[in-house]
């Protein structure tokens, strides 16, 4: 049985609706591509299947390069009379360091061309790159060529470097190796005649490379607490409440009694024992520390270690943050007297 579509072919067949498929057009090879061997089309013969189409050529770097003026421009003879930077078939000098390589085997016989840019290490540290292709190359080997980095094909000596590539934060991997394909830069082979610094043996591990923290004054070993546990009622805010009130007189003098000239003699007899009240000298000036006994942080037996004599020393060794002058103001008996005068207990003009 004949297909569907068979009556509906013949009759347009018979009113010569079907014609032959339309030849492509005519592509001739010019001269220069012949001459070039360029493969821009060619002819198509009747019979034959036609190629391809052939890629468009890669030619985005020199439209980059084109002044702006946005046509595409073809990196061969045609243009050889332009100023756009290219490749050029220069044979790098023997200190210039290969950095770009096509992949694939060089064959200098063949039409691929092998592109290799070097950086010169006299040009200080600008990355003064030498293009080097084939004298036999083709467009799309040109194309290959002008599609490494701009940089790398259109820097010179003078120019300014690139940018340092960004360290990794800390904490952060590093970033991975670049791949080393036929179009990206090369790592530099000649490391082993400039070695890395830092790359030396590691010192011997010490104790100050330990994980443990450095030392600081934290780490110092705190002094074990001294203070007591106080009476109810006597805690520092109610020696305040009551040293601080102004009818409180906590001399141990008899009302009225004007400040006394304390000489040794007169303060050796205020040991606090015996009834005594217990006097100190703190800072030139005596005060009768009994009342405080009870309220006293530290104890009253601590307290009591500088009674009856100069506390100065005493008291600034064990916290000299502590403001006695005004927590002992109600306390004070009067001033101290080193020395022996004729009257003791002499009350003060
Ligand atoms: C000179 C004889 C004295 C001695 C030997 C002495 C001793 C001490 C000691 C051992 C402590 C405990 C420190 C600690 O480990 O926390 C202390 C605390 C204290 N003392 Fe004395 N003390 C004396 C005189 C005084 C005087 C005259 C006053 C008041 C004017 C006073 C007020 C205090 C205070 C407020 C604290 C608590 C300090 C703090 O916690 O930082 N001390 N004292």
Known sequence: RPPAWLPVFLRNLQHGRLGPAPRPPLIK????????????????????MPPPPSPPPLLLPVIQ????????????????????PKASAAVPPDDLVPLFTLSGPAEPSSNVAVAVAAVAKTASTVPAVAAAAASNTSTL??????????TAAAAAPGLMAPPPRPAAPPGLMA?????TS??????????????????????????????????????????????????PGHSPLDWARLSGHPSSDLRG??????????????????KGRKGTDAWM????????VSPYVPFHPGGGPELLRGAGKDGTKLFGEVHPWVNYEGMLSACLVGIWVPVEEDNDMEAMD
């Open 29 to 48: 090879k010019s001269a220069k591509d012949k001459e070039r061997n360029v493969v821009t089309g060619g002819e198509i013969r009747q019979g034959e």
């Open 65 to 84: 390069q084109d002044h702006g003026q946005g046509k595409l421009r073809r990196l061969d003879s045609a243009c050889d009379d332009e100023t756009t």
């Open 141 to 150: 080997a040109a194309n290959r060529l002008i599609s490494a980095p701009p």
């Open 175 to 179: 970033p991975p190796p670049r791949p």
């Open 182 to 231: 036929s179009l990206s830069p090369a790592p530099a082979r000649n490391n082993h005649l400039h070695p890395a610094p830092n790359r030396g043996l590691a010192p011997p591990l010490s104790s100050s490379s330990s994980l443990a923290p450095p030392p600081t004054h934290s780490a110092k070993p705190k002094k074990p607490s001294k203070t007591v546990v106080l009476e």
């Open 253 to 270: 003098l008899p009302p009225n009694s004007p400040y006394l000239r304390v000489t040794p003699s007169m303060l050796k007899k205020q």
């Open 281 to 288: 000298v703190l800072g030139g000036k005596v005060y009768n």
